[in-house]
């Protein structure tokens, strides 16, 4: 990745613009989000950048950009129509290794800014590195039709029932699993649709019901071409729920980009061609863990007396072209 995404939290935020024009005022409405701890200096301010600062009693410096401002904030935006300011502006930001944007020269920037879908408290950030907005805008329209307005209340309740439901419930496969047919089902619906008392009762109702320990299993996926665009949704499924996972140097590692974050990861220096490493799979699930073998191409899954005897389960999964 050419770029590092990373949050920051707002109460740390002490942002600097230079600039008064219509990019500034995009820049400060953007930042007004999350923080009003923000400086605007420039001597001449357009109507809008005017307004921000008056309603939201932002620090204004009535002079245009002057060295030895920048070094008492961690974040500087510069946003003047004159490339040489701007340039001015991020070598001394660099002096101080601050955080900058200069609008429309990311040649200049240490970081850039991504197209944001903002569903409070669930955000989603995308970036195409500056290579192809236009496809990025695509993509973000796909994405906003796909999320209801009222996603983050989803999020809110969650959180609102975290610490309960980790208390009643054991295991974070079993957590993931009761969150996800919790947050699809019935009372997902009721949360979007404003119902947030009948959701809470059913929520209650349904942890009163026995929660069973994790079982574990072995998902042996044959990934035939390796290519990830082929992967079919119960593959994905199967990847995104994953407590461990197997492969070798013969598999795409770019499969390895859809397997749950926090999945442990084994790579095998023997190809599973000529050896798959049965009993140490087994033994993790034995405990509870969903296991995932990616194999690549597609053989006949050997006979091992071990899987045979054990009373963990397993399947397999055709995935791929």
Known sequence: MKYFPVFLDAKHINAIIVGGGDVAARKIELLLKTTTNITVMSADLSLSVERLINTHK????????????????????????????????????ATHKLLANVVDQ??????????????????IAM??????????????????????????????????FRDHVKARIKGIRNRRTFWENTLRGPIGESILNGRNQEAEQQLIASLKDKILPPEGEIVFVHTLDGD????????????????????????????????????DKYPQDIATSVLINFQHAIDLAENGQKVIYLLSGHHALPKNEALQQSKVGYKEIISGN
């Open 58 to 93: 932002l620090t204004w410096l009535t002079h245009n950009y002057e060295q030895g401002h920048l070094s008492a904030h961690n974040l500087v935006i510069a946003a003047t129509d004159d490339t040489h300011v701007n340039q001015t502006v991020a070598k001394e930001a």
């Open 106 to 123: 990311p040649e200049l920037c240490t970081y850039i800014t991504p197209a944001i879908i903002d569903r409070d408290p669930m955000l």
């Open 127 to 160: 970036s195409s590195s500056g290579s192809a907005p236009i496809l990025l805008r695509m993509l973000r329209e796909q994405i906003e039709k796909m999320l209801p307005s009222g996603y983050g209340k989803l999020a809110d309740f969650s959180l609102k």
């Open 228 to 263: 990830p665009d082929n992967l079919t949704l119960r593959a994905h499924r199967e990847l995104q729920f994953a407590d461990a996972v197997f492969y070798d140097d013969s598999i795409n590692l770019t499969l390895i980009e859809y397997v749950r974050r926090d999945a």
